[in-house]
Structure formats: C-alpha cells, structure tokens
C-alpha cells in the first residue's frame, strides 16, 4: 500500500507565500515522476508543476517565475514553494506520484488527499 500525504496548505494573503509538501508512505521501490495539481471550485483538475527522478521540472506557464517544484529522494518528499501568490491560485493542492513497488519501470499513479490554499485578496 502507498500513500501521499501533503501538507502545508492554509490561509495567505495575496502576495504572500506558501510551502508545500508531500510525503511518500509504504511499500516503495521507486519513484519516477512526482506533481502537483491543484483543482479550484467549479473547475476540473489541473497541472501545476512536475518533476522527474532525475530532478529536472516543468511548469504550467501561469506559475512560471513564481513556484519552484523540488524534491528529496531520500525522504520521498516533493516541495511546492509559491510566492507572489493571487487570488486565482486559491485551489485544492494534490500530489501525484508515478511509484513503482517492484523492480518494474512500469509505474502506478498515486494520488494524495489534497491541501487547501486560500489566497485572499
């Protein structure tokens, strides 16, 4: 069983800043890709960021300049650090990770819960 936890969401001003997290559980071999999604009320779900194993990353063109996707492979742990943040990137923030659980390079997707982010204007 693999879980992804994320953390970190909560209440900001427009302007300000957030960091989020996300933490692997269970029983891992390995992890490709990992990303962020977020997924705003009445909208569908969407890509924020994503970073491969390798450590490189790709952003949706609206973030670009604004958050930085990271992660530690050796806490099976993404980051999300947004600043300058708007009211329009108030949103539910999930964790996707391509994980394998065996010597396989065929991986499944996970899916965390999600963390919400509020950005007041």
């Known amino acids: 069983q693999v879980q992804l936890v994320e953390s970190g969401g909560g209440l900001v001003q427009a302007g300000g800043s957030l960091r989020l997290s996300c933490v692997a559980f269970g029983r891992i071999f390995s992890i490709q890709d990992m990303g962020w999604y977020r997924q705003a009320p009445g909208k569908q779900r969407e890509l924020v960021a994503v970073t491969t194993s390798g450590g490189s990353a790709n952003y949706q063109d609206y973030v670009k300049g604004r958050f930085t996707i990271s992660r530690d492979n050796a806490k099976k742990t993404v980051y999300l650090q947004m600043n300058s943040l708007k009211p329009e990137d108030t949103a539910v923030y999930y964790c996707?990770?391509?994980?394998?659980?065996?010597?396989?390079?065929?991986?499944?997707?996970?899916w965390g819960k999600g963390t919400l982010v509020t950005v007041s204007s």
């Open positions: 996707k990770g391509t994980i394998t659980t065996s010597p396989s390079p065929i991986g499944t997707d996970y």
